[in-house]
């Protein structure tokens, strides 16, 4: 699962690193210049994010096995490479992650793209950024007023 | 432009400045594998 952390308002962009092995769902004729795009799709508004992530297509890390993706997320605004969390359309929570090799560094429409990771995403808040805080009731409350109805 | 992709690094595209410094303080020791000082 791709762990994403929501930073709170007035915070830096907050970046996670993700390594996946996807040497061998890339075609042969793949042109790493074109870069990935990513899709991040709520699963509880249906609502996607298209994105092109910076990528390290860099030969230095686990023998070039692996890719790795630097997926920016704030808490105020998006642009092509950085995800906009936490707002009604882009709640926190789980998401549906697909990444496909692109056609070019802006293109932004899966269609007909090789589609090399599908997965699942987890958008979560720093502290401070969370929900507003509460008291609970406690069960063994002493102060239970009792409210009387009449009907006329 | 401060910084330059280490040879052994290719980013795609390439890092714009601001996310380079967000990089640099959030996870500095891979950024030292990344980038270098020009």
Known sequence: MIQLNRPKVGAATSITIVRINLKDKFTSDFDTANGILSVFTSQLTGKSQYKTPIVNFGADYYNNRFTTIYFYTSPVGSNVYTMHMGTSDYPLGFYDVSIYQNSSTSNFDPAGLNLVYTGLGNVTATNAAASPTFTEYTTNDGDTDSVYITLN | ?38
Do not use: A
């Open chain 2, 1 to 38: 432009m401060t910084w330059k992709t280490k040879e052994g690094s290719k980013l795609i595209p390439e890092m714009p400045e601001e996310l380079i410094e967000v990089f640099k303080e959030q996870y500095p020791e891979e950024f030292e594998k990344v980038f270098d000082k020009i």
